[in-house]
């Protein structure tokens, strides 16, 4: 017996004068246009619209005859007083199911989830239909579900079937894994893969690489190496994206050497290397400031005929801009641009990070007019990138002016833009445009984060506000923000900077009993707050605590400690922190240098301050313009004009733009005639470029 006639075998008898099936047939033989139009009735068909039971006995009637049940459906669902229940829908997905029907199926099956008759699947679990044609359904239900990515349905049709013995197929098993994977829900995705194994599932290489990417967005890469090794050992041989997915993992994790041995590995077994086996690679030696590595793969690519993709200039550009090689970075674009390639809004919006960064707001902004003049459409990263050089120049009226420009094309400020302008006016120490900023920010409904919070709690640092700053936080508490570790070390940096180190002190022990355990970050600031005051003895007492307590200290942390003492003259103290950093796996960085350089010129060892000068360019670290003003000074100071100079010039060859201290530091020294021919050079040099 049929579900059709299971669901309504209580229900009214048909008219025994006439066959309701021979009647519709009649119809449309007479008319066949008749139950395609939906606005087409006959009051003989009223019954059948009210009557769910009766118009399953109906459908049932219509089994050999599938698209003809498929028309009297469609038409009937789209009637008025049609009542719709899961009987009805399984009706028509049983004969359509059983037919092979399975596209028209998947309409329907789209219809059941508009119509929330999620309890179609215990209708389907009843035994009411056949389990071949059952399993059809829950499969095409899973299939459905994970199209619109709605996970806990998918997992309860899955865990149904599991319980009910029918065996979902292998490709919705992916496809549920998938959507876990994008969604982060790593160890429901294990669950499920581990389920699969208990029942019999066979895993496909889909599933493996699905379940490989998932460890590995969770950072569990040691999981994913076990699980790389258990499908080899069930036979099913690793592909490319395999591979891909696992160096991506492993790169992110910083396990550079391991990820170069799976490239390895693909090469060996014959598989072919890609932009997207080299990518994640190159991104992470860059995020680590390994510039020889990162260029060395560039190279590989070429020789393992991998072309690069818009992707992997833009991971070049980015590393590059991060380490302030701007003139590098173009010649990427240009490369790329040389390769077929068109540069992306991410190329440009890097490349004005770069300048922004070195404070070449004029290269920034010619990039943009660029970026527009290509047809390319600026995003709210583009503008909040060149709203934050502005503000780092102080150039707070521009940086109204631009946020006015970007309403007007139709981008609408979000909370980092207003975040950005609140922190510029504190630095300019305007606390009334600050709290304008932040009350328009309020205003717009925008939903303040922590990081908005911390700004304005920095903001009345600077100013000496400490009750404000303490207020700002209770606020946080009471809009449902509890001091979290961020918030802590702001306040503590800023108690710091005040030379507040006795509040700093207490609010320390206060962040032990909230239950939030000191960083690296907040010994830090402490340690810098007392080498600042010359409380040397005291900084490094700090230090010790801080890596008894089992933290272990950033390049910030090292950096503070070489500058405090090479700036008080003790430059073996200075140097044997230089070298501890190095020996635990810390690489240092453009201000690490600039500490050394600038001790060593102040005890005017200046043969030593070029041979670190030299090393940090060896090393791919790009000198800025303090490394160049900081010589620049000091050879003044000397008399060493024309070295001076030279440095002047070779800092403007390289894209790095001096400022007011650079101008003062060269011209310091010159009388007043001196100072007018000096400014002629430097003009010329200027109009050279």
């Given at each position: 017996?049929?579900?059709?006639?299971r669901?309504?075998?209580?229900?009214a008898?048909?008219?025994?004068?006439?066959?309701?099936?021979?009647?519709?047939s009649?119809?449309?033989?007479e008319?066949?246009s008749?139950?395609?139009?939906y606005?087409?009735l006959?009051?003989?068909?009223?019954?059948?619209?009210?009557?769910?039971?009766?118009?399953?006995?109906?459908?049932?009637s219509?089994?050999?005859?599938p698209?003809?049940?498929?028309?009297?459906?469609?038409?009937?669902?789209?009637?008025?007083?049609?009542?719709?229940?899961?009987?009805?829908?399984?009706a028509?997905l049983e004969?359509?199911?059983?037919?092979?029907?399975?596209?028209?199926?998947?309409?329907?099956?789209?219809?059941v989830?508009s119509?929330?008759?999620?309890?179609?699947v215990?209708v389907?679990?009843?035994?009411?239909?056949?389990?071949?044609v059952?399993?059809?359904?829950?499969d095409?239900?899973?299939w459905?579900?994970s199209?619109?990515?709605?996970?806990?349905q998918?997992?309860s049709?899955?865990?149904?079937?599991?319980?009910?013995g029918?065996?979902?197929?292998v490709?919705?098993c992916?496809?549920?894994?998938?959507?876990?994977?994008?969604?982060?829900?790593?160890?429901?995705?294990?669950?499920?893969?581990r389920?699969m194994?208990?029942?019999?599932?066979?895993?496909?290489?889909?599933t493996?690489?699905?379940?490989?990417d998932?460890?590995?967005?969770g950072?569990?890469?040691?999981?994913?190496l076990?699980?790389?090794?258990?499908m080899?050992?069930?036979?099913?041989?690793?592909n490319?994206?395999?591979?891909?997915?696992?160096?991506?993992?492993l790169?992110?994790?910083?396990e550079?050497?391991?990820?170069?041995?799976l490239i390895?590995?693909?090469?060996?077994?014959?598989?072919?290397?890609?932009?997207?086996?080299?990518?994640?690679l190159?991104y992470?030696y860059?995020?680590?400031g390994?510039l020889?590595?990162?260029?060395?793969?560039?190279?590989?690519?070429?020789?393992?005929g991998a072309?690069?993709?818009?992707?992997?200039?833009n991971?070049?550009?980015?590393?590059?801009?991060?380490?302030?090689?701007?003139?590098?970075?173009?010649?990427q674009?240009?490369?790329?641009?040389?390769?077929?390639l068109?540069?992306?809004?991410?190329?440009?919006?890097?490349?004005?990070?770069?300048?922004?960064?070195?404070?070449?707001?004029?290269?920034?902004f010619?990039?943009?007019?660029?970026?527009?003049?290509?047809?390319?459409f600026p995003?709210i990263?583009?503008?909040?990138?060149?709203l934050?050089?502005l503000?780092?120049q102080?150039e707070?009226?521009?940086?109204?002016?631009?946020?006015?420009?970007?309403?007007?094309?139709?981008i609408a400020?979000d909370?980092?833009t207003y975040?950005?302008?609140?922190?510029?006016?504190?630095?300019?120490?305007?606390?009334?445009?600050?709290?304008?900023f932040?009350d328009?920010?309020?205003?717009?409904?925008?939903?303040?984060?922590?990081?908005?919070y911390?700004?304005?709690?920095?903001?009345?640092?600077k100013?000496?506000?400490?009750?404000?700053?303490?207020?700002?936080?209770?606020?946080?508490?009471?809009?449902g923000?509890?001091?979290?570790?961020?918030?802590?070390?702001?306040v503590?940096d800023?108690?710091?900077?005040?030379?507040n180190?006795?509040?700093?002190?207490e609010l320390?022990?206060?962040?032990?009993?909230?239950?939030?355990?000191?960083d690296y970050?907040t010994?830090?600031?402490?340690?810098?707050?007392h080498?600042e005051n010359g409380?040397?003895?005291?900084?490094?007492?700090?230090?010790?605590?801080?890596?008894?307590?089992?933290?272990?200290p950033?390049?910030?942390?090292?950096?503070?400690?070489?500058?405090?003492?090479?700036?008080?003259?003790?430059?073996?103290?200075?140097?044997?922190?230089?070298?501890e950093?190095?020996?635990?796996?810390?690489?240092p960085?453009?201000?690490?240098?600039?500490?050394?350089?600038?001790?060593?010129?102040?005890?005017r060892r200046m043969d030593?301050?070029?041979?670190?000068?030299?090393?940090m360019?060896?090393?791919g670290?790009?000198?800025?313009?303090?490394?160049?003003t900081?010589?620049?000074?000091?050879?003044?100071?000397?008399?060493?004009?024309q070295?001076?100079?030279?440095?002047?010039?070779?800092?403007?060859?390289?894209?790095?733009?001096?400022?007011?201290?650079?101008?003062?530091?060269l011209?310091k020294?010159?009388?007043?005639?001196c100072?007018?021919?000096?400014v002629?050079q430097?003009?010329?040099?200027?109009d050279?470029?």
């Amino acid at each position: 017996m049929t579900l059709c006639l299971r669901a309504s075998k209580a229900s009214a008898t048909i008219n025994p004068t006439r066959s309701i099936k021979d009647v519709i047939s009649k119809s449309i033989r007479e008319k066949p246009s008749n139950f395609s139009n939906y606005y087409w009735l006959s009051h003989q068909f009223g019954p059948v619209i009210v009557d769910p039971d009766l118009f399953v006995r109906v459908l049932s009637s219509f089994r050999t005859s599938p698209r003809m049940a498929l028309r009297l459906f469609r038409w009937a669902e789209s009637q008025p007083g049609f009542r719709r229940s899961e009987f009805v829908f399984c009706a028509i997905l049983e004969i359509l199911a059983h037919n092979n029907l399975m596209r028209s199926a998947y309409w329907v099956m789209e219809r059941v989830i508009s119509a929330n008759m999620h309890r179609i699947v215990d209708v389907l679990i009843g035994g009411c239909v056949s389990s071949e044609v059952s399993v059809k359904i829950l499969d095409l239900l899973i299939w459905v579900y994970s199209k619109k990515s709605m996970v806990e349905q998918c997992l309860s049709v899955f865990d149904k079937m599991i319980k009910s013995g029918l065996s979902p197929d292998v490709k919705n098993c992916n496809r549920i894994l998938r959507i876990l994977r994008d969604k982060d829900l790593m160890s429901k995705a294990v669950e499920v893969y581990r389920t699969m194994g208990e029942f019999g599932i066979k895993p496909t290489i889909v599933t493996y690489n699905t379940l490989l990417d998932s460890y590995c967005k969770g950072g569990k890469v040691q999981q994913a190496l076990d699980l790389l090794s258990e499908m080899q050992r069930r036979g099913c041989a690793p592909n490319d994206v395999t591979y891909n997915v696992l160096i991506n993992g492993l790169s992110r994790k910083g396990e550079f050497e391991q990820a170069k041995g799976l490239i390895g590995e693909m090469l060996k077994t014959g598989l072919k290397v890609s932009a997207y086996t080299y990518n994640p690679l190159i991104y992470g030696y860059f995020n680590k400031g390994m510039l020889a590595e990162a260029l060395s793969l560039q190279e590989e690519m070429v020789l393992k005929g991998a072309s690069p993709t818009v992707a992997t200039y833009n991971s070049f550009i980015y590393g590059l801009c991060k380490l302030g090689r701007m003139s590098d970075a173009m010649q990427q674009l240009s490369d790329m641009l040389a390769n077929n390639l068109l540069p992306d809004v991410v190329s440009y919006n890097t490349l004005i990070y770069g300048y922004c960064r070195l404070g070449n707001l004029m290269k920034a902004f010619l990039l943009f007019d660029e970026l527009r003049s290509i047809y390319l459409f600026p995003t709210i990263v583009t503008y909040n990138t060149l709203l934050d050089g502005l503000c780092r120049q102080g150039e707070l009226e521009v940086a109204q002016q631009l946020k006015v420009e970007m309403i007007n094309e139709g981008i609408a400020p979000d909370i980092v833009t207003y975040t950005i302008l609140v922190n510029g006016s504190c630095k300019m120490g305007s606390l009334l445009m600050a709290q304008e900023f932040f009350d328009e920010m309020l205003h717009e409904g925008l939903e303040l984060d922590s990081y908005a919070y911390a700004t304005r709690i920095v903001g009345e640092l600077k100013l000496g506000d400490t009750s404000k700053a303490f207020s700002l936080q209770e606020e946080m508490l009471a809009k449902g923000f509890p001091p979290d570790l961020i918030i802590y070390n702001v306040v503590v940096d800023g108690l710091c900077k005040l030379g507040n180190m006795e509040e700093a002190s207490e609010l320390l022990q206060k962040m032990v009993s909230d239950g939030v355990i000191p960083d690296y970050v907040t010994y830090t600031s402490i340690i810098h707050a007392h080498l600042e005051n010359g409380r040397l003895r005291k900084g490094r007492e700090i230090f010790y605590e801080m890596l008894s307590k089992g933290l272990t200290p950033s390049v910030v942390t090292y950096t503070v400690l070489i500058h405090g003492h090479a700036g008080k003259g003790r430059l073996e103290r200075a140097f044997i922190y230089f070298s501890e950093m190095q020996e635990k796996g810390i690489l240092p960085n453009v201000i690490t240098y600039n500490s050394l350089i600038n001790g060593l010129c102040k005890v005017r060892r200046m043969d030593q301050a070029y041979n670190f000068f030299a090393e940090m360019e060896e090393k791919g670290i790009f000198p800025n313009k303090y490394s160049y003003t900081i010589l620049i000074n000091e050879n003044c100071n000397m008399g060493n004009w024309q070295e001076a100079l030279s440095l002047y010039k070779q800092m403007l060859d390289r894209g790095v733009q001096p400022d007011s201290c650079t101008h003062s530091a060269l011209l310091k020294q010159l009388g007043k005639d001196c100072k007018l021919q000096a400014v002629r050079q430097l003009e010329s040099l200027l109009d050279s470029e």
